[in-house]
């Protein structure tokens, strides 16, 4: 048995990362292979790595240049005869020495400047010749701001509210009609399920103004249901539920009805369990596309108290200023039940897939 099959074959990521082709040696191979996937690790994760420091940042932190990777702030320190605490920086003087002096204020190009232990003496310095003094710092009001002065928590619970109960419609009316579709054969089924195909060519901005009177009328305007209702049948979960049921064994079927098992017997004991890899597929894509939803709910949704988070976070950006700092925090607040569905519900995906590909 070669090296390689011995260093593949032991358990752990560490045995898969060092897995070499050759024996013992570094081929070329191995080299692209490491490089590509460094490369694609990098630039899948590399935006959210970016984004989630980004929102410990504060406002100055975020419009600097050139920009850190890092969230830094600069030190402040106390001086006596001032009230609140000063800026530090590292000031190189004429003849070359380095001082560490605090900022009282800038005038054009010089900073009127001090020496914290000295304070009684004010320096001025050329600003080129000045660097602050930073080090790590977290702004974690970034977090706390909105949640607790901007109402966030409650957009947060609408936008949980919303994406639950619409995925939880979405699971049981699409697979209802994909069991209907995918087990009862009678004339004009394939014909339906054409129409139902052919919806995904209709662009949304066509429907938005009937959907939005039908609302209107049922009196759902500035309620979650207006957000709920409208979307919770979709052609893309009746086709992927479908083509999964039909691939369920007929004699199934037939044996539940053998025993006198109702239909609703044999689709919610029978098919449910078996379709469920299909199912949570489904619900990570309702999930995704509940939770990051804009434009329907900027439309129907005119009260703050039913913003969801997507809307809420429009808030943040006004004609002269956007409040970068907070929008980046709340988003990756966003992100965060995303990656828990997805964390949760991936295994049922990777169970499918080996079964299916038992079959």
């Known amino acids: 048995m070669s090296e390689a099959f011995t260093s593949a074959a032991r358990p752990g990521v560490w045995a898969m990362l060092t897995a070499r082709r050759g024996r013992g040696k570094l081929h070329w191979t191995d080299v692209f292979s490491y490089v590509y996937l460094g490369l694609g690790v990098l630039l899948m994760f590399g935006p959210v790595i970016w984004l989630a420091l980004s929102s410990f940042k504060t406002p100055a932190g975020l419009v600097e240049f050139p920009p850190t990777l890092l969230p830094l702030g600069q030190i402040s320190v106390p001086v006596e005869g001032y009230d609140d605490p000063l800026l530090l920086f590292t000031v190189t003087t004429e003849d070359g020495e380095t001082r560490e002096l605090a900022q009282i204020r800038r005038i054009g190009i010089l900073r009127q400047m001090v020496d914290p232990a000295a304070p009684d003496e004010r320096i001025d310095v050329p600003i080129e010749a000045a660097e602050p003094i ?19 928590t409650r957009y947060l619970w609408n936008s949980v509210v919303v994406t639950v109960v619409a995925t939880a419609i979405t699971l049981l009316i699409n697979s209802m009609a994909a069991y209907g579709l995918a087990i009862y054969d009678f004339k004009g089924r394939n014909g339906i399920m054409l129409l139902v195909i052919g919806t995904l060519m209709i662009p949304i901005t066509v ?59 044999i689709y919610w004991k029978v098919v ?39 809307v809420g976070l429009n808030a943040f950006q006004g004609e002269l200023n956007v409040q970068w700092h907070y929008i980046l925090a709340m988003t990756v607040v966003t992100l965060i039940p995303v990656v828990v569905v997805f964390a949760f519900l991936q295994r049922f995906i990777t169970t499918g897939i080996a079964a299916s590909g038992m079959k």
């Open 134 to 152: 930073r080090e790590f710092d977290m702004a974690w009001e970034n977090y706390t701001d909105p949640l607790q002065r901007f109402d966030f």
């Open 207 to 265: 429907i938005l103004v009937p959907v939005y009177l039908v609302v209107t009328q049922m009196g759902l305007v500035n309620s979650l249901w207006a957000v709920i209702l409208p979307g919770a049948a979709t052609p893309t979960g009746v086709f992927l539920l479908r083509q999964y049921m039909l691939t369920i064994p007929r004699d199934l079927i037939e044996a539940a009805r053998m025993d006198k098992a109702s239909e609703w017997a």
């Open 272 to 310: 449910m369990p078996l379709a469920m890899p299909a199912l949570a597929v489904l619900a990570i894509f309702s999930v995704m596309w509940r939770w990051n939803d804009f434009l329907w709910p900027l439309i129907v949704l005119n009260r703050s108290e039913v913003y969801t988070l997507q």
